[in-house]
C-alpha cells in the first residue's frame, strides 16, 4: 500500500474513532442529565403527594392513570425499605409495547400505618432523544469522515507530491547513463535535505561507476594483451624442430598455465562486469534456439562419452534479459553438463514454464552442493578446470533475482533455474 493511502486510511479511521467515541460521549452526558431531570421530578411528585395525603383520615388508592400506587406494608418492611430509584418497563396502551420508565419507590407512615409508595415517570422522550442523538451523530460522523478524507487525501498528495517526483526518477536512475537527475525543488526542509542527498549520492555512484569500468576496461586490454603474445611466443617455440624434449615439456607447461591465466583472468573480469552492471541492454531472448545451438557445439563430447541427450524445451519460453549473459548462462551450464557426464550416461535438458533444469549422470557430491556456486570450488579433477562456472551461473542469476538450486543423487547431478515472472514471458509474436 502507498504512503498516502495508508496515511490517509489511519487518519480517517482515528477521526472516525474519534467521532464515534464523542457521539457515545454526548449520549451519556445527555442520558445522565435527563435521568437526574426526572428523578428531580419523581421527587417532587412525591411531596406533593404526601402533602396531599396529609389531609386525608384514610389513605385511597390512588385512579389508574394517576402515576402512581400506594400500598400497605408492614413495619418490618418499613424498616428495610430504602428509598431508590429504577428502571422498569410497563405496558403502553398507546404504543401497545412495553415501554422503559423511570420509578421512585419510597414510603410513608400515615396515622401509625406503614406504606409503599411507587411513583413512575415514562423514559420515552429519552429514548427518542437518544434515537436522535444516535443518528444525528453517524450523519456527522459520515460527513465528517467524507470531508476529512478528501481534505487528507489532496493535502498529503500535494505535500508529498516532491517525494514521488525524486523517487520516479530514481527508479529510472542508472549509473550507466550520462543524464544527470533533475530533482523537484521543494520549500519543505525535509524534502531539499532529501533532494541534497539524493543528489550526492547519485553523483558518488556515477563517478565510483565510471572508475570501476574504466579500471576494467585498462585491465581487460593490459593483461590480455601480454598474455596472448606470451601465448603466441610459445607456440612459436614448441614449432621449433630444434627444441630439446625437456624443453618442449616446459614450453607445454608454460603455455597451459599461460592459456590457464587467461581464462581466469577473462572470468574474473565478466563477474565483475555482470557485478558493476555493464550489460544493462535488454531485450527478449528466446532459449530454446541457444541451448540447440550448444548442443550443436559440444556434440563432440557427447559423441566422445556416449552420452545419451534428452532435449524438451518450451519453443515459445522467452526472458526479458540480456542475450550475451543469457549464452554465457546457458553455455556454462551445457558444457558443465557435458563435461562432467559420466561415461555412457545422460543429459536431460528441459525448458518449460518459468524453470530451467539440466540434469547429467555424475559422480557423488562430496562436499555441500550450495558451496559450488562459490568461486574457485569444484568438484571436478581435471585441472582445466577454473571452478568460476557456477560462481558465473549464480552471478548472472543474482543480476536477474533468479533462484538456482543445485539437487544431487547418488548418480546424478542437476541445477534447476527457476526465473521471475517479471524477467518470464511467453512469445506473443511482438518480436
Given at each position: 500500500?502507498?504512503l498516502?493511502?495508508?496515511?490517509?486510511?489511519?487518519?480517517?479511521?482515528?477521526?472516525?474513532?474519534?467521532?464515534?467515541?464523542?457521539?457515545?460521549?454526548?449520549?451519556?452526558?445527555?442520558?445522565?442529565?435527563?435521568?437526574?431531570?426526572?428523578?428531580?421530578?419523581?421527587?417532587?411528585?412525591?411531596?406533593?403527594i404526601?402533602?396531599?395525603?396529609?389531609?386525608?383520615?384514610?389513605?385511597?388508592?390512588?385512579?389508574?392513570?394517576?402515576?402512581?400506587?400506594i400500598?400497605?406494608?408492614?413495619?418490618t418492611e418499613?424498616?428495610?425499605?430504602?428509598e431508590?430509584?429504577?428502571?422498569?418497563?410497563?405496558?403502553?396502551?398507546?404504543?401497545?409495547?412495553?415501554?422503559?420508565?423511570?420509578?421512585l419507590?419510597?414510603?410513608?407512615?400515615?396515622?401509625?400505618?406503614?406504606?409503599?409508595?411507587?411513583?413512575?415517570?415514562?423514559?420515552?422522550?429519552?429514548?427518542?432523544?437518544?434515537?436522535?442523538?444516535a443518528?444525528?451523530?453517524?450523519?456527522?460522523?459520515?460527513?465528517?469522515v467524507?470531508?476529512?478524507?478528501?481534505?487528507?487525501?489532496?493535502?498529503?498528495?500535494?505535500?508529498w507530491?516532491?517525494?514521488?517526483?525524486?523517487?520516479?526518477?530514481?527508479?529510472?536512475?542508472?549509473?550507466?547513463?550520462?543524464?544527470?537527475?533533475?530533482?523537484?525543488?521543494?520549500?519543505i526542509?525535509?524534502?531539499q535535505e532529501?533532494?541534497?542527498?539524493?543528489?550526492?549520492?547519485?553523483?558518488?555512484?556515477?563517478?565510483?561507476?565510471?572508475?570501476?569500468?574504466?579500471?576494467v576496461?585498462?585491465?581487460?586490454?593490459?593483461?590480455?594483451?601480454?598474455?596472448?603474445?606470451?601465448l603466441?611466443?610459445?607456440?612459436?617455440?614448441?614449432?621449433?624442430?630444434?627444441?630439446q624434449?625437456?624443453?618442449?615439456?616446459?614450453?607445454?607447461?608454460?603455455t597451459?598455465?599461460?592459456?590457464?591465466l587467461?581464462?581466469?583472468?577473462?572470468?574474473?573480469?565478466?563477474?565483475?562486469?555482470?557485478?558493476?552492471?555493464?550489460?544493462?541492454?535488454?531485450?527478449?531472448?528466446?532459449?530454446?534456439?541457444?541451448?540447440?545451438?550448444?548442443?550443436?557445439?559440444?556434440?563432440?563430447l557427447?559423441?566422445?562419452?556416449?552420452?545419451?541427450?534428452?532435449?524438451?524445451?518450451?519453443?515459445?519460453?522467452?526472458?526479458?534479459?540480456?542475450?550475451?549473459?543469457?549464452?554465457?548462462?546457458?553455455?556454462?551450464?551445457?558444457?558443465?553438463a557435458?563435461?562432467?557426464?559420466?561415461?555412457?550416461?545422460?543429459?536431460?535438458?528441459?525448458?518449460?514454464?518459468?524453470?530451467?533444469?539440466?540434469?547429467n549422470?555424475?559422480?557423488?557430491?562430496t562436499?555441500?552442493?550450495?558451496?559450488?556456486?562459490?568461486?574457485?570450488v569444484?568438484?571436478?579433477?581435471?585441472?582445466?578446470?577454473?571452478?568460476?562456472?557456477?560462481?558465473?551461473?549464480?552471478?548472472?542469476?543474482?543480476?536477474?533475482?533468479?533462484?538456482?538450486?543445485?539437487?544431487?543423487?547418488?548418480?546424478?547431478?542437476?541445477?534447476?533455474?527457476?526465473?521471475?515472472?517479471?524477467?518470464?514471458?511467453?512469445?506473443?509474436?511482438?518480436?
Amino acid at each position: 500500500m502507498r504512503l498516502l493511502n495508508r496515511s490517509t486510511l489511519i487518519s480517517t479511521l482515528l477521526l472516525l474513532l474519534a467521532l464515534v467515541i464523542s457521539g457515545l460521549y454526548i449520549y451519556d452526558q445527555v442520558s445522565e442529565e435527563v435521568h437526574d431531570e426526572i428523578d428531580e421530578e419523581l421527587l417532587n411528585r412525591k411531596l406533593e403527594i404526601l402533602a396531599g395525603l396529609q389531609s386525608q383520615t384514610v389513605v385511597e388508592n390512588p385512579p389508574l392513570y394517576a402515576g402512581f400506587t400506594i400500598e400497605p406494608i408492614s413495619k418490618t418492611e418499613y424498616k428495610h425499605l430504602n428509598e431508590h430509584f429504577e428502571d422498569i418497563e410497563l405496558y403502553e396502551l398507546i404504543e401497545k409495547e412495553q415501554e422503559p420508565h423511570r420509578q421512585l419507590v419510597t414510603k410513608f407512615k400515615h396515622r401509625d400505618q406503614y406504606y409503599r409508595l411507587r411513583i413512575e415517570a415514562s423514559l420515552l422522550d429519552l429514548e427518542d432523544m437518544g434515537e436522535v442523538i444516535a443518528y444525528s451523530t453517524a450523519w456527522v460522523c459520515a460527513a465528517l469522515v467524507l470531508l476529512g478524507f478528501l481534505v487528507n487525501f489532496l493535502l498529503q498528495k500535494r505535500l508529498w507530491r516532491p517525494f514521488y517526483q525524486t523517487l520516479d526518477q530514481l527508479k529510472h536512475f542508472r549509473v550507466d547513463q550520462p543524464d544527470a537527475l533533475h530533482l523537484p525543488t521543494s520549500s519543505i526542509l525535509e524534502f531539499q535535505e532529501l533532494t541534497q542527498v539524493v543528489s550526492t549520492l547519485a553523483e558518488v555512484n556515477r563517478r565510483s561507476y565510471q572508475q570501476q569500468k574504466q579500471f576494467v576496461e585498462n585491465a581487460s586490454h593490459e593483461i590480455q594483451t601480454p598474455l596472448a603474445i606470451a601465448l603466441h611466443q610459445a607456440e612459436e617455440l614448441i614449432q621449433n624442430p630444434d627444441l630439446q624434449e625437456k624443453d618442449a615439456r616446459a614450453l607445454g607447461l608454460l603455455t597451459e598455465q599461460l592459456e590457464r591465466l587467461s581464462a581466469l583472468n577473462k572470468a574474473l573480469l565478466l563477474m565483475t562486469k555482470i557485478s558493476n552492471q555493464q550489460y544493462a541492454d535488454v531485450e527478449n531472448v528466446a532459449l530454446a534456439p541457444i541451448v540447440r545451438r550448444l548442443v550443436g557445439e559440444y556434440e563432440y563430447l557427447s559423441e566422445e562419452k556416449e552420452l545419451q541427450l534428452d532435449l524438451q524445451l518450451d519453443e515459445t519460453m522467452q526472458l526479458r534479459a540480456n542475450v550475451h549473459l543469457i549464452e554465457i548462462l546457458l553455455r556454462n551450464l551445457v558444457r558443465n553438463a557435458m563435461l562432467h557426464a559420466t561415461q555412457n550416461g545422460s543429459v536431460q535438458i528441459h525448458v518449460s514454464d518459468q524453470k530451467l533444469s539440466i540434469a547429467n549422470t555424475a559422480r557423488p557430491i562430496t562436499g555441500k552442493t550450495e558451496a559450488l556456486f562459490e568461486r574457485f570450488v569444484k568438484e571436478s579433477p581435471q585441472r582445466q578446470s577454473l571452478g568460476l562456472g557456477l560462481a558465473i551461473v549464480k552471478s548472472i542469476c543474482e543480476a536477474y533475482h533468479y533462484t538456482p538450486v543445485i539437487e544431487t543423487t547418488e548418480h546424478q547431478f542437476q541445477i534447476t533455474i527457476e526465473f521471475i515472472p517479471d524477467s518470464f514471458q511467453k512469445d506473443s509474436g511482438a518480436l
